[in-house]
């Protein structure tokens, strides 16, 4: 930006008189989030470097970083507002549009000066004749007929698209009376473009088209940028403004007049101004929070404010308190019922002054304050309060010397350590200093420094120690040293304190790698029977199957816990190479072999299921078990191949395949019925058949009934088949039958998803309240007799019509409106059209929503299906 | 002051064998160290005591005593009804006078034969007690919100971590089979690619102000208040301020953060999130305009994770959920909360998991699915990390309200990026004496 030409610009406004007032400068996108802005802003995000896209020039691409803002990939999201609001102004903006893009800068939200690619790309130069549309342009107005009021740039100083371009803005804000009636219109005094003047003294008579507010104008509003019409860029944008704008929003935020009742603030009394106040805050920007600041630093510093008020003001500071409120703050760190609330706001004050100040104190205190001072240290991380704490570490007065201990661990660094290691520190603290020892040495581990926090941990695995503080010693060891710590580990698994052998098994858990299993895996035999059984059970933890063979030949172990944990390890480690001894150890039976069946159920593999359905061929001892096993797993991919055994009269292959039958056969009705038939031919055994028969009562539907109504005759299956027979009709005169008219009632409809409801009472008794059309309902009916049916509803809907649905019988759907019956209490019928049914069977009618228009769709009461002549 | 470390290993003394030098232990209970009719022997129960037996500390409480393989020993609590409350039903229970009462919960801690502590505190009270069970060597069962705020809740992490505690956090619905059953249909795949998440948790309120009134005689409030700012005493609704902390600041952080330990956990584990965060959390609250309650009463803010997907959290009449964890994927949506279990098409309920299937840790009781992992030394199906990840994401949603920005977090590092007054919520200064 220009500043000579600037300060002269501003020195001529020649709309109205000149103001000599106090500036400041307000930088609205110099921070990594965009902090200066009101929410929502959409996709719009912080960006480096911004370049048009050489594969789609229309489009933006960009780097992480600072200093732009770009508004998504594909520059269609919302408007963005500035926080600070403005009256007369200067203000540089630098922009950049792709290939045909379109973006504006609204100056109070309300008067734009219009962002657009103007660039001529055949002729390479800024188009010719520039219209208020054009780059640079003062946007026209909008009204009943249309546009009127635009001002075209003078020159068109536009640069070809995908380069940074500037506009440096004097803008004078509209004028009004003490009756808010405007006196002067909003004026845009200079415009310069790239550099080149386009405007001058332009009067716009109100807010141009698409502006925030069109049809008000205020003495302040914030600056917006445009971000719905297609990608764009800004940075370095900047607004200058008068001092005194700033108060005047600080005012409204914070006025004099709300001061001496805010000093007077008591607990129990209503707090609505300062929750107001919290509430502007929260949405205010920086420049004006700052004056806000400053005048609630003034009621902590007044003699007459309550200790309430002065509290309040603490809190408030700890979210919103600057570099400015550290020396008040800091002056009531010695006040003994103010301190912590002054450390509220200093704790975590991100300017280093909140840190010299802390340690400052730290000198004059004494007692609890003292103790206070140095958990913020400690909180801080300041490595520069080290030594002074150290000093404390040994004080007399028990909970600041803890204090003292535990703030060296939160501070972490590796003085932090080596000022740990030196400091005297009472008897009954030493664990607690192991405790902050360990704290650093987690930190310089994750800082990167293996080797020093190794020493640290190594250091406190000593048996002077506290066997806590050396358990978590042996954490880190493990931590830093990985791999190389798998001899310790394992040696930790004979150390007499029980806690640590415990603690090994944790470890060993933690630390990854194929070589790591096998070494934990090799060290099995070695062990006693019930220290095997928790390695086992690591090493499923694990996951890794380099410790499968370890755990196969555990199988065999004399120890029957051993055994088990091996079992129960091979349901995450095994493969189907562990199928045939577990087979074997579930055929044996017992707790063993429970816990062998358990495993094969879950155990994860195709192959798992492969293998077991070929030991049903090779192994027929076991293979009742594995029958078992297979239906157990729920495996739909093993059904095929069990049909495939049964098939070869492998009776145990047929049992199994008869028992999935519920729940794994897919298909029409004829091919079920095909299906279940050819089951009771492979049934070995009358046994078996009924299973069949059991199955085939799970099913509701006609083809079931009539299946098993062939087998009634059968004196051996009589009992199965009549049990079956009255379980499908049980469940089929459930269902409606219609024969010439059913009426399927809202009170009787399954209701599905979430979004509607059943409503009863005399005026309702339907399904509304229907708020998403994801929400669906349904009823079954049984058609015995085929033919040709009306389908009608009974609907009500006052307010909004228009949505759509379906109503589904079978496979067919007839499409409707919903009607205005312009009372939710009045139903009326509508008739949707015809369907026909071919078969007899049962069937789903549904009412599914297609579109919701406005809030809700229908109430709907009922479905009526009539039998057509 | 501490005791010298006599505190026995529960896994030795299940193999009855008391000093055996090299004897180890099993990672299972054998059968053997239950007696006839499931009885315990004393020496193999865990030992408990219990920090915080107000009402949901007695609702934990009654569960432990009816359960053989523990016992309690001790209780806390800063309000002296509760303490002789919680002692009358341990007595009741164990037909003895021996459960001790304490009021400063280290000296609980240091007695030296705990095995394990329960917590139910306000949440100004969650990482202290936590952090010097897990340094004296004791598991702990503590409730949801894991922390007031993310430092303490890492600091309490880190601790349980470094002592190799087994922790559990009270997120029942972890253990319920409903929730599970939501979790694994998602994760394995039956909705597709998730598109986005909704979940919906209490709305909140407001109350009028409170006169500060005498302390009564049975509170310390001191204790009560703990490293949480100085207030005069009142009552926070209803006659004390016990459960009603939680609609003030100080305390706690209102339905948001009392139910983003359930649903929002819920709804991270579905999605596979459960050990990291979103990247952005942006949204607006609407707090109280006076009276004592500060906490947000609506609320409505928007998660993005690293893949892009974004998680709505609000209050439910906000948004259509009501209650729970929605996930919308290309083939339909889930809904789950604490009455129902429903998705679109229905039929992805009927839909069965395969044992070539992910199967996500399984336990139907919570309580009792702690004590087997403190004999086991198993990590439990709600551990320290998943409870602070769960309550961070609802308290990056309050960072947002409060500061009216949009936040960007790095849930690797746990880092608020290019916002230091963001940044400064992260923790909370204690009051003195106290020191996280």
């Given at each position: ?37 009101q ?12 370049a048009q896209?050489?594969?789609?020039p229309?489009?933006?691409a ?5 200093g ?11 408007n963005?507002?500035?926080k ?11 922009f ?8 504006g800068v ?11 690619d103007?660039?001529d ?17 003062i946007?026209e ?13 003078r020159?068109?100083?536009?640069k070809?698209p ?41 009067e716009?008579?109100?807010?141009t ?14 600056l917006?940028?445009q971000?719905?019409?297609g990608p ?6 900047r ?13 409204a935020?914070?006025p ?6 805010l000093m ?7 707090r609505?101004?300062?929750a ?7 949405s ?8 806000v600041?400053?005048r ?8 007459d404010?309550?200790f ?18 550290v ?18 706001a200093?704790?975590?004050c991100?300017?280093?002054?909140a840190?010299?100040a802390?340690?400052a104190?730290l000198g ?9 001072v140095?958990?913020s ?8 309060a ?6 404390l ?13 535990r703030?060296l ?25 192991g ?5 650093c040495?987690d ?10 926090a190794?020493?640290i ?6 048996r ?8 978590a ?12 710590a ?16 415990e ?17 934990f ?14 390695l ?8 890794d ?6 755990v ?8 029957q816990?051993?055994?088990v ?6 349901a995450?480690?095994g ?5 045939p ?20 159920a ?5 192959d798992?299921?492969?293998a077991l ?11 009742a ?9 729920r ?8 049909k495939?055994l ?27 019925a ?6 009771m ?30 087998y ?45 409801v ?6 309702r ?6 708020t ?5 309902v ?7 007799t ?10 009500s ?5 228009g ?12 499409k ?10 009045r ?23 297609i ?11 009922s ?7 | 002051?501490r005791?010298?470390?006599t ?11 008391a000093?055996?030098?090299a ?13 006839a ?9 865990i ?14 409480l ?20 509760h ?8 007595d ?7 459960c ?13 034969d ?8 306000p949440?100004?009270w ?10 004296a ?10 922390a ?14 470094r002592?190799?505690r087994?922790?559990?956090t ?17 994760r394995?795949?039956?909705l ?6 909704e979940?919906?948790l209490?709305?909140?309120g ?13 509170l ?13 005493f009142c009552?926070f609704?209803?006659n004390?301020?016990?459960w ?9 952080g209102?339905?948001?953060t ?12 579905g ?33 993005t994770y ?10 439910d009449?906000?948004q ?6 929605k ?11 604490r009455?129902t279990?429903?998705a679109?098409?229905?039929e ?26 403190v ?31 949009k936040?960007r977090?790095?849930p690797?590092?746990e880092e608020i ?7 400064a ?12």
């Amino acid at each position: 930006m220009n500043r000579m030409l600037f300060a002269t610009m501003s020195a001529a406004l020649a709309c109205g008189a000149a103001r000599a007032a106090e500036t400041r400068t307000v930088e609205l996108l110099d921070a990594p989030v965009m902090s200066a802005w009101q929410l929502p802003t959409g996709k719009w995000e912080v960006a480096g470097e911004v370049a048009q896209r050489p594969d789609k020039p229309g489009l933006l691409a960009w780097k992480a970083g600072r200093g732009a803002i770009v508004n998504g990939d594909d520059g269609r999201t919302c408007n963005i507002h500035s926080k600070i609001e403005h009256g007369d102004c200067e203000a540089h903006i630098e922009f950049m549009v792709p290939q045909g893009s379109n973006s504006g800068v609204y100056f109070q939200a309300r008067y734009e000066i219009q962002v657009f690619d103007s660039w001529d790309a055949a002729a390479n130069a800024p188009k010719a004749d520039p219209k208020h549309s054009d780059c640079g342009g003062i946007y026209e107005r909008w009204g009943a007929n249309g546009g009127y009021e635009g001002h075209g740039p003078r020159v068109n100083a536009c640069k070809a698209p995908g380069q940074w371009q500037t506009f440096d803005v004097v803008f004078r804000a509209p004028r009004f009376d003490a009756s808010g009636r405007k006196t002067a219109n909003a004026c845009f005094v200079k415009v310069v473009h790239n550099g080149v003047l386009v405007h001058e003294n332009v009067e716009v008579t109100g807010p141009t088209r698409a502006a925030t507010w069109e049809n008000d104008e205020k003495p302040l509003g914030p600056l917006m940028l445009q971000g719905d019409h297609g990608p764009v860029a800004y940075r370095n944008i900047r607004i200058t403004l008068p001092v005194s704008d700033i108060a005047a929003a600080a005012d409204a935020v914070l006025p004099e007049s709300a001061l001496p009742a805010l000093m007077k603030f008591e607990f129990g009394r209503e707090r609505k101004q300062e929750a107001a106040l919290e509430l502007a805050l929260r949405s205010a920007a920086a420049e004006v929070v700052a004056v806000v600041e400053a005048r609630l630093l003034a009621v902590l510093a007044a003699k007459d404010a309550t200790f309430a008020a002065k509290q309040w003001v603490c809190r408030l500071l700890r979210a919103i308190g600057t570099e400015q409120a550290v020396p008040v703050l800091a002056g009531l760190l010695a006040d003994k019922e103010l301190a912590h609330f002054a450390r509220l706001a200093l704790q975590h004050c991100p300017s280093p002054k909140a840190g010299e100040a802390l340690r400052a104190a730290l000198g004059a205190l004494e007692g609890d304050l003292k103790t206070g001072v140095v958990s913020s240290l400690g909180e801080r991380g300041d490595a520069k309060a080290v030594a002074q704490i150290a000093a404390l570490a040994d004080s007399k007065d028990e909970m600041l010397a803890q204090a003292a201990i535990r703030a060296l661990g939160r501070i972490g660094t590796a003085e932090a350590a080596a000022a740990l290691a030196d400091a005297p520190v009472a008897r009954e603290h030493r664990a607690l200093a192991g405790d902050s020892a360990l704290l650093c040495a987690d930190g310089m581990l994750a800082r990167g420094d293996a080797a020093g926090a190794a020493a640290i941990y190594r250091a406190y695995t000593e048996r002077r120690h506290d066997p806590m503080v050396r358990l978590a010693a042996f954490r880190g060891l493990v931590l830093a040293e990985k791999e190389k710590a798998v001899p310790l580990v394992l040696d930790l698994l004979d150390d007499r304190d029980a806690k640590i052998r415990e603690a090994a098994y944790l470890f060993m858990g933690q630390m990854p790698g194929v070589e790591t299993t096998k070494a934990f895996a090799a060290k099995l035999p070695a062990l006693p029977p019930a220290s095997r059984a928790a390695l086992i059970a690591v090493l499923a933890g694990r996951g890794d199957q380099a410790a499968l063979p370890a755990v196969l030949a555990a199988l065999d172990d004399a120890d029957q816990d051993v055994r088990v944990a091996a079992i129960t390890a091979l349901a995450t480690l095994g493969d189907a190479s562990a199928v045939p001894p577990l087979l074997a150890a579930a055929a044996r039976g017992g707790a063993t072999g429970e816990a062998a069946a358990r495993t094969l159920a879950r155990l994860p593999g195709d192959d798992v299921s492969r293998a077991l359905v070929r030991t049903l061929q090779d192994k027929p001892d076991t293979a009742a078990t594995a029958a078992d096993i297979l239906v157990k797993r729920r495996d739909k991919a093993a059904f095929p191949a069990l049909k495939e055994l049964a098939k070869q009269k492998n009776a145990h292959a047929a049992r199994a395949y008869g028992r999935m039958l519920d729940w794994a056969a897919d298909g029409s009705p004829e091919t079920l019925a095909a299906m279940f038939e050819e089951a009771m031919t492979l049934a070995p055994d009358v046994a078996a058949q009924r299973l069949v028969l059991g199955a085939a009562a799970k099913r509701a539907a006609l083809w079931s009934l009539e299946f098993v109504e062939k087998y009634r005759a059968d004196a051996k299956l009589k009992a199965a088949a009549d049990a079956a027979h009255a379980k499908i009709s049980a469940a089929l005169d459930k269902m409606p039958l219609l024969e010439n008219e059913t009426v399927l009632k809202a009170a009787e409809a399954e209701i599905h998803g979430g979004g509607a409801v059943y409503e009863d009472g005399a005026n309702r008794d339907c399904i509304g309240v229907w708020t998403s059309a994801q929400a669906w309902v349904s009823w079954d009916v049984m058609i015995k007799t085929p033919g040709t049916f009306e389908v009608k509803i009974a609907q009500s809907m006052a307010g909004i019509p228009g949505g759509t649905y379906n109503v589904i019988v079978g496979d067919q759907a007839l499409k409707g409106t919903v009607k205005d019956t312009h009372d939710w209490a009045r139903f009326e019928a509508i008739a949707l059209g015809r369907v026909t049914i071919a078969k007899p069977g049962a069937y789903t009618v549904a009412f599914k929503p297609i579109k919701l228009v406005g809030t809700y769709l229908i109430n709907l009461r009922s479905v009526t299906l009539t039998r057509v002549r | 002051m501490r005791q010298p470390f006599t505190r026995r290993s529960f896994l030795k003394r299940t193999l009855g064998a008391a000093g055996a030098a090299a004897a180890a232990f099993p990672a299972i209970v054998p059968s053997q160290a239950l007696g006839a009719g499931g009885a315990v022997a004393p020496s193999n129960r865990i030992v408990m005591g219990g920090i915080g037996v107000g009402s949901m500390g007695m609702g934990d409480l009654g569960d432990f005593l009816g359960r053989r393989e523990c016992q309690v020993v001790a209780v806390c609590d800063v309000d002296r009804r509760h303490r002789e409350n919680a002692k009358r039903a341990v007595d009741n229970r164990y037909q003895n006078d021996a459960c001790k009462t304490y009021l400063d919960f280290r000296e609980l801690i240091d007695r030296g034969d705990l095995d394990a502590v329960f917590t139910a505190l306000p949440d100004q009270w969650h990482a202290l007690p936590a952090i010097y069970a897990a340094r004296a060597g004791l598991d702990i069962h503590g409730q949801k919100p894991f922390a007031r705020t993310i430092r303490e809740g890492r600091a309490m992490c880190d601790a349980v971590h470094r002592y190799g505690r087994v922790w559990q956090t009270g997120s029942q619905q972890r253990s319920d089979r409903r929730f599970r059953r939501a979790v694994e249909l998602v994760r394995n795949g039956r909705l597709g690619k998730i598109l986005k998440v909704e979940v919906g948790l209490p709305t909140g309120g407001a109350h009028g102000v409170e006169p500060p009134r005498p302390v009564p005689e049975y509170l310390d409030w001191n204790w009560w208040l703990g490293p949480a700012p100085y207030r005069p005493f009142c009552n926070f609704g209803g006659n004390s301020p016990h459960w009603d902390w939680r609609w003030i600041m100080d305390f706690s952080g209102g339905q948001l953060t009392d139910w983003a330990g359930h649903h929002i956990d819920i709804a991270q584990w579905g999605l596979g999130f459960e050990r990291t965060g979103p990247v952005a959390v942006e949204g607006q609250g609407e707090f109280p305009a006076d009276g004592l309650y500060d906490v947000p009463m609506r609320y409505k803010f928007v998660c993005t994770y690293a893949n892009g997907l974004q998680m709505t959290v609000a209050n439910d009449s906000g948004q259509g959920i009501a209650h729970g964890a929605k996930w919308y994927g290309e083939r339909g949506w889930i809904l789950v909360n604490r009455g129902t279990l429903q998705a679109e098409p229905k039929e992805i309920l009927d839909e069965e998991i395969g044992p070539n299937e992910i199967q996500v840790y399984q336990s139907d009781d919570h309580k009792g699915n702690f004590l087997e992992c403190v004999r086991t030394r198993r990590e439990t199906v709600a551990p320290a990390e998943i409870g602070h990840r769960s309550i961070s994401v609802g308290l990056l949603g309050e960072i947002a309200m409060l500061t009216g920005r949009k936040i960007r977090w790095n849930p690797d590092t746990e880092e608020i990026i290019g916002d230091p007054g963001a940044s400064a919520l992260l923790g909370k200064a204690y009051r003195e004496p106290w020191t996280l």
